[in-house]
């Protein structure tokens, strides 16, 4: 049986040195096209498959990628747009770096970390996970570069993010202008534990994922402001983030209270559920019941959702981008991004107050 061709042996038979054949595949730029071609159709044709990645990460201390935290199922980040998304615009700043992604899932209901230890990578973006994660908790042992997207909140690695409380303000505002004071709330989840149900005003505050938490505190100070007693506000938490979810979310508060006049739902997904939900009860929208969303997915536009956009690709981008810039920095930086209240066709003054509404 033939020997298999080492670096050593490829190096004899073309007559060069060995750090000339290493440098035909990690450092091609140091080769004249013509030698690198050389270097590679010799070594298919004695079968070298090229240096051995494992030898070379233990060698130089490098892994060559990037490790994606996200507490959730791994077909969780092919199934949401919004983390897909997210997922396209690291992925652009990897390819932009020269390095890979390797995706850690982290399945909220479970304490196991191991995948995180198990992880051979330079670096770590952590997408979305509550302060209280035992997967996120093993991220920060790790002494390799970290970045947060959303949350949470840490005063000890870089984030990026957009100020969820002041975006959801606005939207808030814009319905209170169109005289909307009686209203229903659905939120992702707040904490690991599931809750699919009302949310009490201990609940909401004490939030361990910070997104949902400052939407909250956004619209209770907006509303209460308004005159609107926050505590008698149905607000609906549901673990899973499916249009499924906002159909059975907005149907729990519709049937606590048919009187509502405008459903806030914290994310578009939920608030396309929601929209289902309201067809299937035969109510008009927004003519009979007016429903936003948040994030500003294509199928949002696509269905005129009254949301808050917010630049999702470039919150992927920016994140690989910072943990890339290897440049001293005497402490965490933050990346704030812009968001946009998008009015749609999904938002209207309450039924009752506009007579255009009443015709034959």
Not at 46 to 73: C, F, H, Q
Not at 137 to 148: D, I, K, M, N, Q
Not at 261 to 290: F, K, N, Q, W, Y
Request: aromatic letters at 4%; charged letters at 25%; hydrophobic letters at 40%.
């Amino acid at each position: 049986m033939r020997r298999p061709a080492t670096l050593a042996s490829l190096a004899a038979e073309l007559g060069v040195s060995r750090t000339t054949v290493s440098n035909a595949y990690n450092r091609p730029d140091q080769l004249s096209p013509e030698l690198r071609r050389r270097v590679l159709e010799t070594a298919r044709r004695l079968g070298y498959p090229g240096p051995d990645p494992v030898a070379r990460s233990l060698r130089t201390r490098k892994a060559g990628a990037v490790g994606l935290l996200l507490t959730e199922n791994l077909s969780y980040a092919f199934r949401d747009t919004h983390a897909l998304t997210f997922l396209e615009g690291l992925a652009l700043a990897c390819e932009d770096a020269g390095q890979g992604l390797l995706m850690v899932p982290a399945n909220p209901e479970r304490e196991d970390v191991a995948a995180v230890h198990r992880a051979g990578v330079d670096g770590f973006v952590v997408y979305s996970v509550p302060d209280d994660d035992p997967h996120l908790a093993a991220v920060l042992e790790r002494p390799v570069p970290t970045v947060v997207c959303d949350q949470p909140e840490l005063d000890t690695v870089d984030r990026v993010g957009i100020d969820d409380q002041l975006a959801i303000t606005h939207l808030a505002r814009h319905l209170l202008d169109l005289g909307h004071r009686r209203i229903g709330v659905v939120c992702m989840r707040l904490a690991r534990d599931r809750n699919d149900g009302f949310v009490s005003l201990d609940r909401q505050q004490a939030a361990h994922f910070h997104v949902q938490r400052a939407r909250l505190a956004g619209l209770a100070a907006t509303f209460s402001a308004a005159g609107v007693d926050w505590t008698q506000v149905p607000v609906v938490e549901r673990f899973d983030h499916t249009t499924a979810s906002g159909e059975s979310a907005a149907a729990q508060i519709l049937d606590r209270d048919p009187g509502i006049t405008a459903l806030i739902c914290t994310s578009d997904i939920l608030a396309l559920g929601a929209l289902t939900e309201a067809r299937r009860r035969g109510l008009r929208v927004p003519h009979d019941l007016t429903v936003t969303g948040f994030d500003g997915i294509p199928e949002a536009d696509r269905a005129g959702l009254t949301t808050v956009r917010q630049p999702v690709l470039e919150k992927g981008r920016a994140a690989g981008k910072l943990l890339f810039d290897t440049h001293e920095h005497s402490r965490p930086r933050t990346v704030t991004l812009a968001t946009e209240l998008v009015v749609g066709t999904t938002a209207t003054v309450p039924r009752g107050q506009d007579d255009r509404w009443f015709g034959p």
